[in-house]
């Protein structure tokens, strides 16, 4: 199955999954089940983004976007991590004011035990078909991380219902959704500032331009160079673009092999596979660097 098959079997699972939790959410009177249930609902909107994001990216540029929809992926991966840390921090809120305020609810532990067990089969084969698919696109690792996720959540939820079942322990259903909430927390927070880099336009993690500069400036014809930028397009692509000061005025002809030069430097040393440079000489301006 390609990408978008497995997206589809993955949000038909969770859509049921989530339903089925809801409604025995309600009737157990258990918020480590409804939370589960919020959980598995953010995944269904999490997944349906991660969906279309990847039918955006096919897209190819046209006049209006020239670079197309290549960093929807990365856009669908920001949303996905900022919205389970948003889950994450309601549940743990709502958890802590049952927590103090002693609940008395009556809690169905049958219907936690059962729903729970459905929802690791669920999650678990959700986690599978996902699994290799993971290694090159923050899109469907950040989808990946939302089940992984359910799957550990539906796991403690089936142990607070045993806990509460045959140890009568009914404070397990908010110390576990608290738990949880702060790894869903922790296991986000990363993905959340590698999406956030990308889309910022920072430099890319182990691009270190005053050592590019250093490389590209041992090139006997240049002089300088200075108003550089390095930024990823998306996960994959690296840009770079610079003004590269000559020693010698030189014909425009005659540059080629100066650019041949760096970019060879550029692609073997550091990985960059757009390059974007502006030869001059002699010009009256200032030669910062980062500008």
Known sequence: MNRESRLRWVIGLNIVITISQIIGGIFANSLALIS?????????????????????????????????????????????????????????????????????????????????????????????????????????????????????????????????????????????????????????????????HVLLQFVPKGINIPKIVDEVEKISEIKNIHHVHVWQLDEHTIHFEAHVDLKDDLQVSNTHEIQQKIEILLQSHFSIGHITLQFEHGLDEPKTLIQ
Do not use: C, P
Request: overall charge neutral.
């Open 36 to 196: 589960d249930a919020m959980h598995n609902f953010s995944d269904v909107a999490a997944l349906i983004i991660s969906l279309v994001a990847i039918i955006l990216a096919k897209r190819k540029a046209t006049y209006s976007k020239s670079f197309g929809y290549k960093r929807a992926e990365v856009l669908a991966a920001f949303v996905n991590s900022a919205v389970i840390i948003a889950v994450a921090v309601y549940i743990i809120i709502e958890s802590s004011q049952r927590l103090t305020e002693n609940s008395s609810l009556q809690i169905n532990t049958d219907i936690i035990i059962w729903l729970a067990f459905v929802a690791i089969i669920g999650n678990g084969l959700s986690v599978v078909i996902l699994a290799s698919q993971i290694k090159d696109s923050m899109n469907m690792k950040s989808a990946f991380m939302h089940l992984l996720s359910d799957t550990l959540f539906s796991v403690a939820v089936l142990g607070g219902g045993l806990a509460m079942k045959y140890y009568s322990i009914t404070w397990v259903d908010g110390i576990l959704s608290i738990i949880i909430g702060l790894y869903l927390i922790f296991s986000s927070w990363k993905l959340l500032m590698d999406s956030m």
